[in-house]
């Protein structure tokens, strides 16, 4: 088969997520805040990858949730292009793609939409095993490959171990999706024994330990002693601090907070990094947003 260097065309994708709705893959819906959050993405990738080619390194795109690539604008139907396939359009390009996604339909859709690109590399499983056990190790500083690494799951899917090594690693940066709204649906509720053990066990394996009860509930000021949740804005800062002190890596800016249409928290984006530099050009994009209003 001859590689092409290029996407399929508008027309061609179109064509192709119809035949995919026929096949019955579900496409996600997606918002305003998401389609931002893929913008904020696809500006970061850009600079990513002129800075290290402009250095002699190989930037590398992974996505451990990577979905079908294609999603649907819930507001008008149309089809929105997701992290993936923006990423393919960088310029100057990453030198290899590693998408990984859980649901075989979604890895099969991903398969078509690359097909004959031998720079992406799609995988069907957990996330959390591929890319500790298959990934993260081809991300070698001695062989001057640097790793753009996009951690989105739909909930408390991830287990900190992932974040771990990839601090650990010092070649990989994260933008990572902090999943509010299922911590607060399953975990974090107002009579905290209410949580089943299968969500505490996910919301342990996310957090790292137990410690998320001491920040989560609050009996401070309480007259009868009763733990009151504590907002969100305060579980999301002591996640950070965790970023930093147990993951070990060196910057993490305040995360960005991603709402939906009635501007519920739905989760919070956060970055991290090893390099200075990352930082300075994340919270570069974040200030333009926000001058905007977009954030």
Same mark, same amino acid.
């Given at each position: 088969m001859e590689t092409s260097a290029h996407l399929p065309s508008e027309a061609q994708n179109v064509g192709s997520m119809k035949s995919e709705s026929r096949r019955h893959l579900k496409l996600d819906e997606i918002g305003e805040w998401s389609e931002l959050k893929l913008d904020i993405l696809k500006k970061y990738a850009g600079a990513y990858c002129t800075i290290l080619k402009a250095r002699n390194l190989h930037p590398i795109y992974i996505d451990g949730f990577a979905g079908a690539g294609t999603h649907i604008r819930k507001r008008t139907g149309e089809l929105v292009k997701g992290s993936p396939l923006n990423a393919l359009e960088i310029q100057p390009p990453f030198d290899e793609l590693h998408l990984i996604d859980i649901d075989q339909n979604k890895v099969d859709a991903l398969k078509r939409q690359t097909a004959g690109m031998k720079q992406v590399h799609v995988y069907a499983g957990d996330a959390n095993e591929i890319l500790q056990d298959k990934v993260f190790p081809m991300v070698k500083y001695e062989d001057f490959r640097r790793? &753009?690494?996009?951690?989105?799951?739909?909930?408390?899917? &991830?287990?900190?171990?992932?974040?771990?090594?990839?601090?650990?690693?010092?070649?990989?940066?994260?933008? &990572?999706?902090?999943?509010? &709204?299922?911590?607060?649906?399953?975990?974090?509720?107002?009579?905290?024994?209410?949580?089943?053990?299968?969500?505490?066990?996910?919301?342990?394996?996310?957090?790292g330990d137990g410690s998320w009860r001491d920040v989560a509930y609050s009996t401070t000021g309480n007259l009868f002693?009763?733990?009151?949740?504590?907002?969100?804005?305060v579980i999301a800062e002591a996640f950070r601090e965790r970023l930093q002190k147990v993951a070990g890596f060196k910057y993490v800016p305040e995360p960005v907070r991603m709402r939906n249409s009635t501007s519920a928290i739905l989760y919070y984006l956060f970055f991290a990094a090893q390099k200075e530099t990352a930082e300075n050009i994340v919270v570069d994009i974040l200030s333009k947003y926000r001058k905007q209003g977009a954030l």
């Open positions: 790793g &753009l690494c996009i951690l989105d799951p739909y909930g408390l899917h &991830l287990h900190c171990t992932v974040i771990a090594d990839a601090a650990k690693r010092g070649t990989v940066e994260i933008f &990572l999706n902090f999943p509010t &709204l299922d911590m607060n649906r399953n975990v974090l509720l107002w009579t905290p024994e209410n949580a089943s053990p299968e969500d505490i066990e996910r919301m342990n394996a996310f957090w002693g009763w733990p009151e949740k504590q907002p969100n804005d």
